[in-house]
């Protein structure tokens, strides 16, 4: 999630986005933008499109929580003192604390370059201001002295209290070795922050201080020393002596789940928390030190004196990241020295079968056309029972799983890959449709109002028997859509009050919403639609409509069918409006708050407007053209995410989903010149690192005639066979690791598949890697095969480095190493609630979308000719028995065959949809049979779901070219109906 940097400690970065809204009428410049002109405008606009003002008002109010009641300096002792004459023991006490706090802040100017080269870059946070944050408070106050029983000293004056930090900016510079254009190195980074202190009230309104500037362990530190200040309190002499301190740490963003490490670092409590949805910088201000206060009859007096709040500046993740490790020599490298061992290069030519089995099995991982994995209870013996996984990532495979199939189209042109085109789409115009009604939030429903455009991460509707996968107890990210903090819904009929119809929620009377008019009852009506991610609980995010928009740009770009066209192009206005409308913030209910935005991510951005510009020239073609330019410096969020290249590796996954579209439709020769001189800085990061999506989006991102000589060219100095032979080799490794982690729907569990090649590490192919956090690990010294890599998060495999072992640093000691039981039992729970990894089996989709891609470029051979639908032999059925039931009789189509040609020793699965009256069935009890030989096989699951019975079977090992034969029979009620089926062993 690379966003933008400057430079903090190192270097300080930038907060981003860009777009005006696409309602109002935008004048075209004579000229384009400048460059860095057109970097500084996408930097600035969301910034002052109301994140500032938002993060302001929050923070002032967490500023003042965080401070009111808070004793300054206090203290109190026994003195011997002379009263009237005589020695007599005196108690006195002393105290200031803060009342009625008014925390003030002026964030109104953004981060900017000051200037921009393959060199270096120069910037300013901000730039062309500045920034000041205070507060004024006032402050009880008081003093007295004790003797002989009698009050001889009182103290209570009113005092009002101020401090201010004022114009504070940060200056920050690179100086970089451009020798290597796509990798440059970091040669210094150079800080200069400036600021003034002053006060009101007791503090000095001006306070004349030298800061000397410290930069260790990621935090910038200003501090400076202040002896015998004045410190006016009326009546008493009271000076401080001490240090005045500003501290810049390396924060970022955290989810609410990571609520505890905000409040260890900011000291505030969980529920006093801001929800920020961007990276901030945190910034401690403060005090520490003496107060002296000369007090009547007992003198002067020294106290311990502690004034300190905190604040948080716009920054973005790569700031952060950077104040942790901006030392030379960066950036880091893993992994290209040495080189895997040899692989044969597989014939390419089975792909294709593979592809069909894992098309028809990926159909039951898409339940409503969204995206899913499986988690199962177990994998055997039956009955299986699972649940939904990764439904937090829907959104973002189901566009990726929308590309695959557009390029499957763009080969074959066959209507099995249209139907899963529009199948797909439908998955996704879900998501987008399931946010325009309403939210529920901690049982309060209201309407949606801002979409539409809002992108649900997930999609499911009420009568679905399987729900989402629990998590442990407590969180509120796991488990029923309907039964999270904040989710969307929507019903097929509208909604109901007092047998009253309403189209929508929005469309109810305000008073009978808030239940003012008696006890009107509101109910949803017909089926209803689940969504998710709105309000703080796990809000969408910018990764959700990064993969979204890759499938529809590809979608639309490359399937020129009229209705794909017209449901592409009005998905891709609906979110592109709705993010320029609010200038790349994303307000989300109940609250319209902005709880993600694009702060920082400035080519994830100008890749949304390219895709804008093809979908609809006339509308978004200006608004890119403007700030086109800005492609020109779009390596320098890419370089800052390859400063520590394996630190969030998905991170990698989600600019190339960015970059990929860009340069695929981008048609201006200079443009396209500047795109391509970022993208190289990208690929250098990753080219030897084995990973088939990204060779091919490699080829992809070239002209049509430069794709023949990059597929033939190695990937990398390391590389031992051409782009196109490592392609066919990382697939092939892909099947066999499928081949040995099979789950029950025929595709990879989230489990090592085979332990040999980690173990062949050990001992002089493993090595320690400390990422930015500073945490060390053991990883492969190069990248391992893809049936040997790490089986925990594998559902899409290209969005995790190679090098992983699946083994904890313990058991990383080259004298030490693991056992293959180790090893394969990675993903296990590691304490009771935990998710068993092991029992999760991924859609697949990382196998199609590099297949379908390689055929599309002519790196594979992929299929002949278009594909038809599967056809198994004609099914022979039975008719229902005989009933006086009037309801309609059941009908079923085809059996479905999965694989379309079994083999021995695998799973073989059939499947077959039943209606009855032309509607799906919700229930139904399924019995299945077949044998082999004349011998029962073993029935490995059965279930009927959304309308489909399905049955599987493990095949014996021996039964190569035999026939199996079966039936399926459904029961609803009274009525039954039974598909046969017949099909030769492989």
Same mark, same amino acid.
């Given at each position: 999630?690379?966003?933008?940097?400057?430079?903090?400690?190192?270097?300080?970065?930038?907060?981003?986005?860009?777009?005006?809204?696409?309602?109002?009428?935008?004048?075209? +410049?004579?000229?384009?933008?400048?460059?860095?002109?057109?970097?500084?405008?996408?930097?600035?606009?969301?910034?002052?499109?109301?994140?500032?003002?938002?993060?302001?008002?929050?923070?002032?109010?967490?500023?003042?929580?965080?401070?009111?009641?808070?004793?300054?300096?206090?203290?109190?002792?026994?003195?011997?003192?002379?009263?009237?004459?005589?020695?007599?023991?005196?108690?006195?006490?002393?105290?200031l604390r803060t009342k009625n706090v008014n925390a003030e802040i002026d964030l109104a100017a953004a981060p900017g370059f000051r200037s921009a080269s393959p060199s270096g870059f120069a910037m300013d946070a901000p730039l062309g201001g500045f920034w000041n944050f205070g507060f004024t408070s006032d402050l009880e106050a008081h003093a007295s002295v004790r003797a002989a029983g009698n009050r001889i000293f009182?103290?209570?004056?009113?005092?009002?209290?101020?401090?201010?930090?004022?114009?504070?900016?940060?200056?920050?510079?690179?100086?970089?070795?451009?020798?290597?254009?796509?990798?440059?190195?970091?040669?210094?980074?150079?800080?200069?922050?400036?600021?003034?202190?002053? *006060?009101?009230?007791?503090?000095?309104?001006?306070?004349?201080?030298? &800061?000397?500037?410290?930069?260790?362990?990621?935090?910038?530190?200003?501090?400076?020393?202040?002896?015998?200040?004045?410190?006016?309190?009326?009546?008493? /002499?009271?000076?401080?002596?001490?240090?005045?301190?500003?501290?810049?740490?390396?924060?970022? $963003?955290?989810?609410?789940?990571?609520?505890?490490?905000?409040?260890?670092?900011?000291?505030?409590?969980? *529920? /006093?928390?801001?929800?920020?949805?961007?990276?901030?910088?945190?910034?401690?201000?403060?005090?520490?030190?003496?107060?002296?206060?000369?007090? +009547?009859?007992?003198?002067?007096?020294?106290?311990?004196?502690?004034?300190?709040?905190?604040?948080?500046?716009?920054? @973005?993740?790569?700031?952060?990241?950077?104040?942790?490790?901006?030392?030379?020599?960066?950036?880091?490298?893993?992994?290209?020295?040495?080189?895997?061992?040899?692989?044969?290069?597989?014939?390419?030519?089975?792909?294709?079968?593979?592809?069909?089995?894992?098309?028809?099995?990926?159909?039951?991982?898409? =339940?409503?056309?969204?995206?899913?994995?499986?988690? &199962?209870?177990?994998?055997?013996?039956?009955?299986?029972?699972?649940? $939904?996984?990764?439904?937090?990532?829907?959104?973002?495979?189901?566009?990726?799983?929308?590309?695959?199939?557009?390029?499957?189209?763009?080969?074959?042109?066959?209507?099995?890959?249209?139907?899963?085109?529009? &199948?797909?789409?439908?998955?996704?115009?879900?998501?987008?449709?399931?946010?325009?009604?309403?939210?529920?939030?901690?049982?309060?429903?209201?309407?949606?109002?801002?979409?539409?455009?809002?992108?649900?991460? @997930?999609?499911?509707?009420?009568?679905?028997?399987?729900d989402y996968t629990p998590g442990p107890a407590g969180q509120t990210t796991a488990g029923p859509l309907e039964s999270r903090p904040c989710h969307y819904v929507v019903p097929e009929r509208g909604w109901s009050v007092d047998d009253r119809r309403y189209p929508s929620f929005a469309a109810i009377p305000l008073p009978l919403r808030i239940n003012r008019l008696g006890q009107a009852k509101i109910r949803p009506?017909?089926?209803?639609?689940?969504?998710?991610?709105?309000?703080?609980?796990?809000?969408?995010?910018?990764?959700?409509?990064?993969?979204?928009?890759?499938?529809?740009?590809?979608?639309?770009?490359?399937? #020129?069918? #009229?209705?794909?066209?017209?449901?592409?192009?009005?998905?891709?206005?609906?979110?592109? /409006?709705?993010?320029?409308?609010?200038?790349?913030?994303?307000?989300?209910?109940?609250?319209?708050?902005?709880?993600?935005?694009?702060?920082?991510?400035?080519?994830?951005?100008?890749?949304?407007?390219? !895709?804008?510009?093809?979908?609809?020239?006339?509308?978004?073609?200006?608004?890119?053209?403007?700030?086109?330019?800005?492609?020109?410096?779009?390596?320098?969020?890419?370089?800052?995410?390859?400063?520590?290249?394996?630190?969030?590796?998905?991170?990698?996954?989600?600019?190339?989903?960015? &970059?990929?579209?860009?340069?695929?439709?981008?048609?201006?020769?200079?443009?396209?010149?500047?795109?391509?001189?970022? $993208?190289?800085?990208?690929?250098?990061?990753?080219?030897?690192?084995?990973?088939?999506?990204?060779?091919?989006?490699?080829?992809?991102?070239?002209?049509?005639?430069?794709?023949?000589?990059?597929?033939?060219?190695?990937?990398?100095?390391?590389?031992?066979?051409?782009?196109?032979?490592?392609?066919?080799?990382?697939?092939?490794?892909?099947?066999?690791?499928?081949?040995?982690?099979?789950?029950?729907?025929?595709? #990879?569990?989230?489990?090592?598949?085979?332990?040999?090649?980690?173990?062949?590490?050990?001992?002089?192919?493993?090595?320690?890697?400390?990422?930015?956090?500073?945490?060390?690990?053991?990883?492969? +010294?190069?990248?391992?095969?893809?049936?040997?890599?790490?089986?925990? *998060?594998?559902?899409?495999?290209?969005?995790?480095?190679?090098?992983?072992?699946?083994?904890?640093?313990?058991?990383?000691?080259?004298? @030490?190493?693991?056992?293959?039981?180790?090893?394969?039992?990675?993903?296990?729970?590691?304490?009771?609630?935990?998710? /068993?990894?092991?029992?999760?089996?991924?859609?697949?989709?990382?196998?199609?979308?590099?297949?379908?891609?390689?055929?599309?470029?002519?790196?594979? =051979?992929?299929?002949?000719?278009?594909?038809?639908?599967?056809?198994?032999?004609?099914?022979?059925?039975?008719?229902?028995?005989?009933?006086?039931?009037?309801?309609?009789?059941?009908?079923?189509?085809?059996?479905?065959?999965?694989?379309?040609?079994?083999?021995?020793?695998?799973?073989?699965?059939?499947?077959?949809?039943?209606?009855?009256?032309?509607?799906?069935?919700?229930?139904?009890?399924?019995?299945?049979?077949?044998?082999?030989?004349?011998? #029962?096989?073993?029935?490995?699951?059965?279930?009927?779901? +959304?309308?489909?019975?399905?049955?599987?079977?493990?095949?014996?090992?021996?039964?190569?070219?035999?026939?199996?034969?079966?039936? !399926?029979?459904?029961?609803?009620?009274?009525?039954?109906?039974?598909?046969?089926?017949?099909?030769?062993?492989?």
């Open positions: 999630m690379p966003a933008f940097l400057a430079v903090l400690g190192g270097v300080l970065a930038l907060a981003a986005a860009a777009g005006s809204a696409p309602g109002r009428s935008d004048v075209r +410049r004579q000229t384009a933008l400048a460059p860095l002109d057109a970097v500084n405008k996408l930097l600035s606009d969301p910034w002052r499109g109301g994140l500032r003002q938002q993060h302001e008002f929050e923070t002032e109010q967490s500023i003042e929580r965080s401070l009111e009641g808070k004793e300054l300096a206090g203290g109190g002792g026994s003195v011997g003192i002379s009263y009237r004459g005589v020695g007599v023991r005196a108690r006195w006490d002393f105290g009182s103290w209570s004056p009113s005092v009002g209290i101020g401090f201010r930090v004022s114009n504070f900016r940060i200056s920050a510079s690179t100086q970089l070795d451009a020798s290597q254009p796509d990798r440059p190195l970091l040669v210094r980074a150079t800080i200069n922050p400036s600021l003034r202190l002053g *006060g009101a009230g007791p503090i000095p309104n001006s306070i004349p201080i030298s &800061f000397r500037t410290e930069i260790a362990r990621g935090r910038v530190t200003l501090s400076g020393r202040v002896t015998n200040l004045s410190f006016g309190l009326p009546g008493l /002499d009271a000076r401080l002596t001490g240090e005045l301190f500003l501290t810049l740490f390396p924060s970022q $963003y955290v989810a609410d789940l990571e609520l505890d490490l905000r409040q260890e670092l900011l000291g505030v409590p969980v *529920g /006093d928390q801001i929800n920020l949805g961007a990276a901030f910088q945190h910034a401690r201000i403060g005090f520490r030190g003496d107060l002296s206060v000369g007090i +009547r009859y007992v003198g002067t007096q020294r106290l311990p004196f502690s004034l300190r709040f905190d604040t948080l500046l716009p920054s @973005t993740d790569e700031i952060n990241q950077a104040l942790l490790f901006l030392q030379p020599p960066l950036p880091k490298q893993w992994g290209a020295e040495r080189s895997p061992p040899a692989s044969a290069v597989p014939d390419p030519a089975g792909f294709d079968a593979a592809a069909q089995e894992i098309e028809s099995a990926v159909d039951d991982h898409m =339940p409503h056309g969204g995206v899913l994995a499986f988690d &199962f209870d177990r994998v055997t013996p039956p009955p299986l029972r699972y649940t $939904y996984g990764v439904g937090a990532d829907s959104a973002i495979w189901t566009g990726h799983y929308l590309a695959a199939e557009s390029f499957r189209y763009a080969k074959t042109a066959g209507p099995d890959a249209l139907a899963r085109v529009k &199948f797909a789409l439908g998955g996704l115009e879900r998501m987008f449709d399931v946010t325009t009604d309403a939210a529920v939030v901690r049982g309060r429903t209201v309407p949606v109002t801002g979409g539409p455009g809002i992108l649900s991460r @997930t999609a499911r509707p009420n009568d679905d028997p399987v009506l017909g089926r209803v639609w689940y969504g998710w991610g709105c309000g703080n609980n796990h809000p969408v995010s910018r990764d959700q409509y990064v993969g979204v928009f890759m499938g529809l740009a590809f979608a639309h770009a490359l399937v #020129p069918d #009229p209705e794909v066209r017209a449901t592409t192009q009005r998905l891709i206005e609906n979110a592109l /409006d709705f993010l320029l409308r609010n200038n790349w913030n994303v307000r989300l209910p109940p609250d319209n708050r902005i709880e993600t935005n694009f702060m920082g991510d400035f080519p994830k951005q100008l890749a949304f407007l390219r !895709i804008g510009k093809s979908v609809n020239p006339a509308k978004y073609g200006a608004l890119y053209d403007d700030v086109a330019a800005a492609a020109e410096h779009a390596w320098i969020p890419v370089w800052f995410s390859s400063l520590d290249p394996l630190f969030q590796y998905y991170k990698f996954n989600l600019t190339h989903a960015a &970059f990929g579209p860009a340069l695929f439709l981008e048609d201006d020769a200079a443009t396209r010149a500047r795109w391509q001189a970022s $993208y190289r800085v990208l690929w250098r990061a990753v080219r030897h690192h084995r990973n088939a999506w990204f060779d091919l989006l490699h080829v992809l991102v070239h002209t049509p005639g430069e794709r023949a000589s990059i597929a033939a060219a190695p990937t990398s100095p390391s590389a031992a066979v051409p782009l196109s032979d490592e392609v066919k080799i990382l697939l092939g490794e892909w099947l066999r690791r499928r081949d040995g982690t099979q789950g029950p729907n025929g595709l #990879p569990l989230n489990r090592v598949a085979e332990a040999g090649p980690q173990l062949a590490l050990w001992h002089s192919d493993i090595g320690r890697y400390s990422t930015i956090e500073g945490t060390r690990s053991c990883l492969a +010294r190069y990248p391992i095969p893809m049936y040997g890599r790490i089986g925990k *998060g594998m559902d899409f495999s290209w969005q995790r480095h190679p090098f992983s072992l699946a083994v904890g640093d313990a058991g990383c000691e080259p004298t @030490t190493p693991p056992s293959a039981t180790q090893i394969l039992e990675n993903g296990a729970p590691a304490q009771p609630g935990d998710l /068993d990894h092991r029992l999760r089996e991924g859609p697949a989709v990382d196998f199609l979308l590099p297949y379908w891609l390689g055929a599309y470029l002519g790196v594979l =051979p992929g299929p002949a000719a278009p594909m038809p639908t599967p056809t198994p032999p004609p099914p022979q059925s039975e008719p229902a028995p005989p009933t006086t039931d009037p309801t309609p009789a059941l009908s079923a189509g085809r059996a479905a065959a999965s694989p379309r040609a079994p083999r021995a020793g695998r799973a073989f699965a059939i499947s077959v949809r039943v209606s009855r009256g032309g509607r799906d069935v919700a229930a139904a009890k399924v019995r299945c049979a077949a044998r082999v030989g004349g011998r #029962p096989v073993r029935l490995q699951g059965k279930r009927f779901l +959304r309308s489909v019975a399905r049955c599987a079977w493990r095949l014996p090992a021996g039964s190569r070219r035999r026939t199996i034969a079966g039936s !399926i029979r459904v029961e609803v009620e009274r009525a039954a109906i039974t598909r046969r089926f017949a099909a030769r062993v492989r």
